[in-house]
């Protein structure tokens, strides 16, 4: 059912916010994506894998092969009597729509799907191929998702030559900033080892807590770099803490932390990897670490995408992207190491995971423009 006097991309945001499809579960958002680019000739194929849904879209044959990438899970809304709205009611108010996923990400849901829709009405004879992945475990573990239809696409020798992501990229206004790269990040799962017992007869006990504090001390006050020409310098940080049997009487044996680096071009798991083992041996702690990969850093220094989406945006706010690296991971690093181009660009950012997450409608109908411009432009 559409809204009268909305366009389609607001009447498609609306009708994807009202499921409410937390993390892995879909609940219908791609049939409606499925189901809207039916009209023009899509064919479109679903690929599950442990409980995760994606649909992978496509018009046309052979290059340049153009993918939007997104998803359609979102966070949950957690205790929704904090709502000024209902966070699935999508309701519009003075031009902005309210719900969970109208930033993050569904209205950028909304506007590629629409525009690949539109691009294909008017050019139903282009060059290459267009289409759009989309994914309902991006906000978890990505297990099933991204990376499953990746290792899809490179058997099928369906190598996107360009991707763009929807995700919420701008900082203060709409237009002001294309992420043309992200930080990879690396998580390390450390188990600090102690003797427990009794907090009466220290000289008995190796309490691990302190140990950990030492450890910690040591990985905060590390400059892990100075940065590089597109990145910040790496940042670390301590996410997890669990200790001690929860008496007051108790020494405990071990301790666990987890913490996470996100790091630019001049840092890499091993780097990081060689300076922990480093600080152990010098501050005489012993751990067991597991390191988890979570992405690598990318970038796209410059191209006929950047090119295009740079002056689409241009044509339609009136101002010039800046160019950001800053920020967390997307599902774009789980493309790039395909040799794709990745940028993203979509709505403000202000509001993703909040409470009364919201959009402005207008800027939802400029990303739909944007889209159909740089579509345009790389298929000239």
Same mark, same amino acid.
């Given at each position: 059912?559409?809204?009268?006097n909305?366009?389609?991309?607001?009447?498609?945001?609306?009708?994807?916010?009202?499921?409410? %499809?937390?993390?892995?579960?879909?609940?219908g958002?791609?049939?409606?994506?499925?189901?809207?680019?039916?009209?023009?000739?899509f064919?479109?194929?679903?690929?599950?894998?442990?409980?995760?849904?994606?649909?992978?879209?496509?018009?046309?044959?052979?290059?340049? $092969? $153009? !993918?939007?990438?997104?998803?359609?899970?979102?966070? %949950?809304?957690?205790?929704?009597?904090s709502?000024k709205?209902?966070?699935?009611? #999508?309701?519009?108010i003075?031009?902005?729509?309210?719900?969970?996923?109208?930033?993050?990400?569904?209205? =950028?849901? #909304?506007a590629?799907?629409? #525009?690949?829709?539109?691009?294909?009405? &008017?050019?139903?004879?282009?060059?290459?191929?267009?289409?759009?992945?989309?994914? %309902?475990?991006? @906000?978890?573990? &990505?297990?099933?998702?991204t990376? $499953?239809?990746?290792?899809?696409?490179?058997?099928?020798?369906?190598?996107?030559?360009?991707?763009?992501v929807?995700?919420?990229?701008?900082?203060e206004? /709409?237009?002001?900033? *294309?992420?043309?790269?992200?930080?990879?990040?690396?998580t &390390?799962?450390?188990?600090?080892?102690?003797?427990?017992?009794?907090?009466?007869?220290?000289?008995?006990?190796d309490?691990?807590?302190?140990?950990?504090?030492?450890? *910690?001390? #040591?990985?905060?006050?590390?400059?892990?770099?100075?940065?590089?020409?597109?990145?910040?310098?790496?940042s /670390?940080?301590?996410?997890?803490?669990?200790?001690?049997?929860? &008496?007051?009487?108790?020494?405990?044996?071990?301790?666990?932390?987890?913490?996470?680096?996100?790091?630019?071009?001049?840092?890499?798991?091993?780097?990081?990897?060689?300076?922990?083992? @480093?600080?152990?041996?010098?501050?005489?702690?012993?751990?067991?670490?597991?390191?988890?990969?979570?992405? !690598?850093? +990318?970038?796209?220094?410059?191209g006929?995408?950047?090119?295009?989406?740079?002056?689409?945006?241009?044509?339609?706010?009136?101002?010039?992207a800046? !160019? %950001?690296?800053?920020?967390?991971?997307s599902d774009?690093? +789980?493309?790039?190491?395909?040799?794709?181009?990745?940028v993203? /660009?979509?709505?403000?950012?202000?509001?993703?995971?909040?409470?009364?997450?919201a959009?402005?409608?207008? =800027?939802l109908?400029? !990303?739909?423009?944007?889209?159909v411009?740089?579509?345009?432009?790389?298929?000239?």
């Amino acid at each position: 059912m559409t809204i009268n006097n909305l366009s389609k991309t607001a009447n498609l945001a609306v009708s994807l916010i009202k499921i409410p %499809s937390v993390t892995p579960y879909d609940l219908g958002c791609q049939t409606l994506i499925r189901q809207t680019l039916d009209e023009v000739g899509f064919k479109s194929l679903t690929l599950k894998d442990s409980g995760t849904e994606n649909i992978l879209s496509l018009h046309g044959s052979g290059s340049p $092969f $153009f !993918l939007f990438l997104g998803h359609t899970d979102v966070v %949950s809304p957690g205790d929704e009597s904090s709502w000024k709205h209902n966070p699935y009611g #999508a309701e519009i108010i003075d031009g902005v729509l309210h719900g969970r996923g109208s930033q993050d990400m569904k209205g =950028s849901d #909304a506007a590629m799907t629409i #525009a690949l829709l539109d691009f294909v009405k &008017a050019n139903p004879n282009h060059k290459g191929t267009v289409g759009i992945l989309l994914t %309902s475990n991006e @906000e978890g573990d &990505a297990k099933g998702g991204t990376p $499953f239809v990746v290792e899809y696409l490179k058997k099928q020798n369906l190598i996107p030559d360009y991707c763009l992501v929807g995700e919420p990229s701008c900082s203060e206004s /709409f237009g002001d900033t *294309i992420k043309n790269g992200r930080r990879g990040s690396v998580t &390390a799962h450390i188990t600090v080892k102690g003797v427990q017992g009794h907090v009466a007869y220290p000289q008995k006990c190796d309490n691990a807590a302190h140990h950990a504090a030492v450890l *910690i001390n #040591a990985l905060n006050n590390t400059v892990w770099d100075e940065g590089s020409q597109f990145f910040p310098p790496s940042s /670390f940080q301590v996410t997890n803490m669990q200790c001690g049997t929860g &008496a007051e009487n108790v020494v405990p044996g071990s301790c666990y932390i987890m913490c996470n680096w996100r790091y630019n071009d001049a840092l890499n798991k091993d780097l990081i990897e060689e300076k922990i083992t @480093e600080i152990l041996k010098q501050e005489k702690i012993e751990a067991d670490i597991r390191y988890v990969v979570n992405g !690598l850093p +990318f970038i796209t220094k410059g191209g006929a995408l950047l090119e295009a989406l740079n002056k689409s945006i241009e044509e339609i706010v009136g101002q010039k992207a800046k !160019l %950001s690296t800053a920020g967390g991971t997307s599902d774009g690093r +789980f493309v790039a190491p395909l040799g794709t181009k990745v940028v993203e /660009f979509g709505p403000l950012s202000t509001l993703i995971h909040k409470v009364n997450e919201a959009v402005d409608l207008e =800027s939802l109908d400029k !990303l739909h423009d944007i889209y159909v411009k740089t579509l345009e432009k790389i298929n000239l």
